[in-house]
């Protein structure tokens, strides 16, 4: 019997995918039309965040056909493209259709770009016998398919992987639990084996594996504990970005060598107890003072979701230096705070001059390990020379911190590929073994089928990641709202795959026993940090996509 599985090839996925993108351009320019350029998408916030998601989604597709096509192992058979691209060119459709009308588009565009061949296509890739052949076959190999890399790309996946397996997988659950804090020897081992270093230049004792290399380790750590290994290495990241963007020479060298090796730890501070998002509108302020005849910033406010402030030997911190608040975030500055380490949920440091800084940790349902503090400085000194670019970099700490978060959203892509990896395989081998009415659960439809949608997703999140890291390499600027667009979907189907392992664990889903009840907690958290979900779609993607 002939099936659907055996009459659909890469032709049909990119038939789809190119569906998707003819769809959502034509939405697009409208957008542009109708926001102004971008300017005025606040007037039109939901169908911006429609179509900037769904432009998202064809681009993930089209990616994803890219990457099998590419895939000469292969590691990823064609019914993945085929699902996966399906699977995103619906929802596409499904996002622009309601507001066609609104978008000057009519029924006429929906039936050029969605004819009745492209509908037939849907329906056929998007069947049972797809999708549960999917599902057998990734039950079949544990959940672990990848696409091949080149050599050198394949050999970063299993190193990171072996070491994750052997020092952080075991100690996660423990970790997780107690709220503990991220073991030292965690912190060792990735300085020695040089993942701190991996966007830090050679010259300053870096790797410089470039940005894929990164995604692949940050992924793999991920997939062990996203709060005790893939973490570990973005706030490095995102501080060397910034230092790269606008730091001077010495501050480079002095810092970078330092960050490569693990000697120091990174914390970000941008976010305030009333400031999220709208960092334009940061109040924690920085002063010119002098402290026993040394140059400086007295440093005065609050901070909140501050990861790892407490064990982090500086933070980098976001701060106004021009009083006149109507100066936005060109009144914004970046200086890297020194403090000592501290291994509990609270924390105090005191100066000779009377500066204080306070920090306490504040309770979290998952993503624990490394701790978010709420923080408060009161008359603390920094010298100088640790304001970043130095007088240069007066005002340009907002432009400095958005370059760091580029490479932050885009590593948290690479966070959410493996979070929902390890919801994957948990959730193969459970499905495998547990037996119900007599059999594996394996064999039922529907579980095939939740595995197969399951694992084409996060095929299509992982190619447009990888395709953004690779952008990213060639040109940062250029490449961040791709990176944006990474971060928004893969995070979501994140969330998606480890609930939807979650409910194939059935009540065991729900008992902390069950690393999938962790991985449902984690997961939760990627949507909302390096730009909240609402936020990224509007202010920086739909932004993107709709200037003129």
């Not at 996966?84 to 499904?94: R, Y």
């Not at 095929?459 to 952008?471: K, L």
């Not at 779609?537 to 200037?547: D, N």
Request: charged letters at 25%; hydrophobic letters at 40%; aromatic letters at 6%.
């Amino acid at each position: 019997m002939t099936t659907a599985t055996d009459e659909l090839g890469l032709e049909a996925a990119e038939r789809l995918a190119r569906a998707a993108t003819e769809l959502t351009e034509a939405a697009r320019q409208r957008m542009v039309e109708l926001t102004e350029g971008g300017r005025q998408i606040d007037a039109h916030q939901v169908t911006a965040d429609r179509v900037a998601y769904a432009a998202t989604e064809a681009r993930a597709a089209s990616e994803l056909v890219a990457l099998v096509r590419g895939d000469e192992a292969p590691g990823l058979p064609v019914q993945f493209a085929v699902a996966g691209a399906a699977d995103l060119a619906k929802t596409a459709h499904d996002r622009i259709w309601p507001v066609v009308e609104q978008l000057g588009l009519g029924e006429e565009t929906l039936a050029k770009t969605y004819p009745d061949e492209v509908r037939q296509l849907l329906r056929r890739a998007l069947s049972d016998d797809l999708i549960c052949a999917l599902g057998r076959s990734v039950a079949e190999q544990g959940g672990k398919v990848f696409p091949a890399l080149d050599e050198m790309h394949d050999e970063v996946r299993r190193s990171v992987r072996q070491f994750a397996d052997k020092e952080i997988a075991p100690h996660a659950e423990h970790i997780h639990r107690h709220d503990d804090l991220v073991p030292e020897r965690f912190i060792e081992q990735i300085g020695e084996l040089g993942y701190f270093g991996m966007s830090v230049p050679e010259q300053y004792g870096g790797a410089e594996m470039g940005n894929l290399a990164m995604i692949l380790t940050t992924e793999e750590l991920s997939r062990a504990s996203l709060a005790s290994g893939g973490s570990l290495i973005t706030r490095p990241e995102i501080l060397t970005k910034a230092l790269l963007a606008g730091g001077t020479d010495e501050q480079k060298s002095t810092w970078l060598p330092k960050i490569a090796t693990g000697e120091l730890m990174v914390a970000i501070s941008v976010t305030e107890p009333n400031v999220g998002s709208d960092v334009a509108s940061v109040s924690c302020k920085a002063t010119p003072g002098e402290v026993d005849g040394k140059k400086g910033y007295l440093i005065d406010g609050a901070k909140a979701w501050c990861t790892f402030a407490g064990r982090a030997d500086v933070i980098a911190l976001l701060v106004r230096t021009n009083p006149d608040s109507s100066a936005g975030a060109k009144g914004l500055s970046l200086f890297v705070v020194p403090k000592p380490r501290f291994e509990g949920h609270e924390f105090e440091v005191k100066q000779d001059h009377g500066g204080t800084l306070v920090g306490k940790a504040d309770a979290t349902v998952g993503y624990r390990g490394m701790h978010s503090f709420t923080l408060g400085f009161e008359n603390f000194f920094v010298p100088a020379e640790n304001l970043v670019g130095l007088d240069k970099g007066q005002g340009r700490g907002f432009y400095l911190q958005m370059a760091g978060f580029a490479a932050g959203r885009l590593q948290t892509g690479g966070r959410a590929c493996g979070v929902g990896q390890a919801a994957l395989e948990v959730s193969c081998d459970y499905v495998n073994q547990r037996v119900q009415f007599k059999k594996p659960t394996i064999e039922f439809q529907l579980t095939q089928y939740k595995l197969g949608r399951m694992a084409a997703r996060l095929a299509a999140a992982r190619a447009i990641t990888y395709t953004a890291a690779r952008a990213m390499d060639e040109d940062e600027r250029v490449a961040a709202p791709l990176a944006a667009q990474a971060k928004l979907l893969s995070c979501d189907v994140a969330v998606e795959i480890t609930q939807d392992g979650q409910l194939l664990h059935g009540g065991w889903g729900y008992a902390e026993e069950y690393p999938i009840s962790r991985y449902v907690v984690d997961a939760l958290v990627l949507p909302i940090f390096e730009g909240v979900k609402p936020i990224l779609s509007l202010k920086v993607v739909a932004r993107s996509l709709f200037a003129s």
